[in-house]
């Protein structure tokens, strides 16, 4: 996986539409991606943290949506539930 450079991180002309996650039932306030890029992790106010695997290929768009299908292809493999407390 390619990664952003400090010197391309800001600019809007080089920015791509990788993928859309629909898989929490709340807003997501926070994503992280492990250092090699193969999972992310995400936590919303439906207070669930859901585990994502980056997968082989591409991702098909929902059906009858319009939307183009995803370029990257995340599938949820844990999730993580009720309140964390951190010190």
Not at 49 to 58: D, N, P, T, V
């Amino acid at each position: 996986m390619k990664s952003v450079s400090k010197d391309n991180q800001n600019d809007d002309s080089n920015q791509t539409f990788l993928a859309t996650m629909r898989d929490h039932f709340g807003s997501v306030n926070c994503v992280r991606w492990a250092k090699h890029g193969r999972y992310l992790a995400s936590e919303s106010d439906d207070q669930a943290i859901l585990i994502r695997e980056r997968k082989a290929g591409s991702s098909t768009s929902e059906f009858g949506s319009g939307e183009p299908a995803d370029i990257e292809n995340w599938k949820v493999i844990m999730t993580l539930g009720g309140i964390l407390q951190t010190w």
